[in-house]
């Protein structure tokens, strides 16, 4: 069963820094990575969705890279703004399987 | 945009009380889950289905059935809930086993 680890659990950052979330997977044999986000409360939001053919994907602020050979992926967060603050959630499905297998999240506050 | 609706963002049950959580996705999406979010836990696959009237057992099925009787509509049912029960529950729908996953906003749910 494909296992996926967050590093760190939590990261508290003062506004305007650029930051690294980071994500490994134990199968490399992925469909796909995905990133959310989750606010308090709330359901997930997708952010960005990297095929295994790719290496990353951006959305604005946001850029994810994928090193399958490996088993990371990560997410930049550029001027990080405190609208940030929310867990990230990163996820991936093994080509075993349908359904994506999650990490614990990152829980990102940042203060003005 | 994509739409995954859960019938409810709360509900409080009483043990015992057959419980039915409702999701609804507006894409056409071939595969639909259920997941539970506990603390400390993440989130875990409970049940999917991959077409009409077929489903595959998650992670954490006991306690748990499903129903989908329609492309569109993907229910979880707990059959006699229990204090242990009481969870957040997502859904979420994606067009094919490598496709984007998209989440309802989450039923809390409170077993009593």
């Known amino acids: 069963k494909q296992e996926v680890t967050q590093i760190p659990a939590a990261l508290s950052v003062p506004e305007g820094e650029n930051l690294v979330l980071n994500c490994s997977f134990t199968?490399?044999?992925?469909?796909?990575l995905q990133w959310f986000r989750q606010d308090p409360g709330k359901g997930l939001t997708s952010l960005l969705l990297i095929q295994s053919s790719q290496r990353e994907q951006t959305s604005g602020r946001l850029n994810a890279s994928l090193d399958k050979s490996s088993g990371r992926s990560t997410l930049y967060i550029a001027a990080s703004q405190p609208g940030d603050s929310a867990t990230y959630l990163c996820a991936s499905n093994s080509n075993s399987g349908y359904a994506l297998n999650f990490g614990k999240g990152t829980s990102l506050l940042v203060t003005p | 945009d994509v739409k995954v609706t859960q019938s409810s963002r709360y509900l409080v049950k009483r043990t015992g009380e057959k419980v039915f959580l409702e999701c609804v996705q507006d894409?056409?999406?071939?595969?639909m889950f259920w997941y539970r979010q506990d603390p400390g836990l993440g989130l875990r696959l409970i049940y999917f289905?991959?077409?009409?009237?077929?489903?595959e057992k998650g992670d954490i099925p006991e306690g748990y059935s499903v129903s989908r009787e329609k492309k569109e509509r993907f229910s979880l049912i707990l059959e006699s809930a229990s204090t242990n029960q009481t969870s957040m529950y997502l859904c979420?729908?994606?067009?094919?086993?490598?496709?984007?996953?998209?989440f309802g906003q989450g039923t809390r749910l409170t077993v009593v």
């Open positions: 979420a729908s994606s067009v094919t086993g490598a496709g984007e996953a998209f």
């Open positions: 199968d490399s044999a992925i469909y796909n």
């Open positions: 894409m056409d999406h071939e595969n």
């Open positions: 289905s991959y077409d009409v009237k077929m489903k």
